[in-house]
């Protein structure tokens, strides 16, 4: 009597044998004769049949959708079966009856969103978290190949990263802090010891706008590191998206295949990745809209239009500065041009922003003050280009934003098992 995980027994490996499988009634029809289950576990879901004649008949008629329960039987191949295999049971056990459970077939987007703390067992659910914790653990593979240091920032901060109209502020006893919007400014204090750092963790935004790419807390996969220019840095982030899209199409195919979601396009994700300037994508996208001009802000749409083209990952590189943080650093030559990249994808556009940073002491204190920024609030900041300032390039990725590209979600908000936006903070 060995007990299983179901994705065993859908393996083949548990052909002819007695098993015994704990989880969770997925679905249940109820004939006269016979009792057909399926029964999930966190890695899949099987079909279990118990007939009239078995011992397990009583127990198996009492149990409801969601009941806890450990099965006994015995495990064939069945091409009926969905999944190709199948359990005939001999004993059934509950463990935990249910209640009659909430979710069912009929019900609305929006009631299944209000029920997140149920729906998390569903296998669309179950699987994006799945692909989710792959992804996290490829990039950071990649970080620790490529010799960064992993750090852990502060959520806590006294002075905006990225312009005060997203910020989080809230009580800290008696004081005004706010939530982090990036950790950005954090690992640049921490390359003048560690040089190559990265870190994942949540950002926070006031973000009013409802569309398909914005949460108000998200986990940022953010790098940085010295003695790097703009192509250190691009090259950097081409080759951990392909290392990335690479390994989840190597081994996540099962759960690609079972979301519906298209695993080639991770295949063909291989650097070099196109490279435009602002200037040609203002260009570009003129055809489409003349109003456009140099200078704008690329809207969503804006990015779309220029990602179908590409129909891949791509950057567009060197920003009009007005549009940048006050930490971009800019061309002596030509200080309206910031030295800012995005990565760009189809359908999401924006997945990325990096860049050089300005470590000019002066210009720094010029730009913030451009921007109405108090640099005695920055203090700290301007300390590390009094104390051996050095060349240094970063970025920050929205790790759901990737997700979503990656699985062709249709919402942002089914990357992450909690999302928080401007109306969703429950459970
Ligand atoms: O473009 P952003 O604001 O850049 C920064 O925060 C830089 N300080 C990062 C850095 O250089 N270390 O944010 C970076 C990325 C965006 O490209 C996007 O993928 C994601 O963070 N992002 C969001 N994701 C979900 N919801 C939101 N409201 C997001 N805002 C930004
Ligand atoms: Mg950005």
């Known amino acids: 009597m060995a007990l299983v995980k179901i994705r065993e027994i859908l393996d083949g490996k548990c052909e002819n044998t007695n098993v015994t499988i704990r989880g969770w009634v997925y679905r249940k029809r109820e004939g006269k004769e016979l009792i057909f289950l399926l029964v999930r576990d966190s890695t899949g879901v099987i079909q279990c049949t ?11 008629e009492k149990l409801t959708i ?5 099965l006994e039987g015995t495990a064939k191949q069945d091409k009926r079966a969905p999944g190709g295999y199948e359990i005939s049971a001999e004993a059934v056990s509950i463990v935990g009856l249910a209640e009659l459970f909430p979710i069912t077939k009929d019900k609305s987007e929006e009631f299944i969103r209000d029920m997140r703390h149920l729906w998390l067992r569903s296998r669309k659910m179950n699987l994006v978290m799945k692909v989710r914790a792959k992804v996290l653990e490829y990039a950071r593979e990649y ?3 490529e010799s960064f240091t992993e750090v852990s920032p502060p959520m806590f901060i006294s002075a905006a990263v990225e312009g005060g109209s997203t910020l989080f502020g809230l009580k800290y006893f008696d004081q005004n802090l706010y939530l982090t919007q990036s950790s950005q400014l954090y690992l640049e204090i921490l390359i003048y010891s560690l ?3 990265y870190c994942i963790a949540p950002s926070f935004r006031a973000e009013k706008s409802r569309t398909i790419r914005h949460l108000t ?31 989840v199409a190597q081994n996540c195919q099962k759960e690609f295949a079972e979301l519906g979601a298209d695993i080639n396009k991770l295949s063909e994700v291989k650097a070099p990745f196109p490279r435009i300037t602002y200037a040609e994508a203002i260009e570009r996208l003129k055809v489409k809209n003349p109003a456009l001009k140099w200078g704008d802000d690329l809207g969503y749409e804006d990015e779309k239009v220029l990602a179908e083209d590409f129909g891949k990952p791509f950057f567009v590189y060197d920003y009009p500065t007005a549009i940048k943080a006050f930490y971009c650093k800019t061309y002596r030559d030509r200080p309206e041009i910031a030295l800012s990249v995005d990565m760009m994808v189809p359908k999401i556009g924006e997945i990325s922003t990096g860049g050089q940073r300005e470590e000019d002491k002066d210009i720094l204190i010029k730009r913030m003050k451009e921007q109405d920024l108090k640099p005695e609030d920055y203090e700290w900041y301007l ?9 240094h390039a970063g970025f920050g990725m929205g790790l759901e934003r990737l997700l979503t590209w990656m699985l062709d979600l249709d919402n942002i908000i089914d990357s992450i098992p909690f999302p928080r936006t401007t109306r969703r903070f429950y459970p």
């Open 195 to 197: 040089e190559k750092v």
């Open 217 to 247: 807390e998200y986990w940022h996969m953010e790098g940085e590191w010295p003695f790097a220019d703009m192509n250190d840095l691009m090259q950097f982030e081409e080759g951990l998206m392909e290392h990335v899209c690479q390994k």
């Open 50 to 60: 118990v007939k009239k004649a078995s011992p397990a008949w009583s127990e198996a």
């Open 383 to 391: 300390d590390l280009r009094r104390y051996g300032t050095v060349p």
């Open 143 to 145: 970080f620790e190949k």
């Open 66 to 70: 969601e009941s806890a329960l450990t």
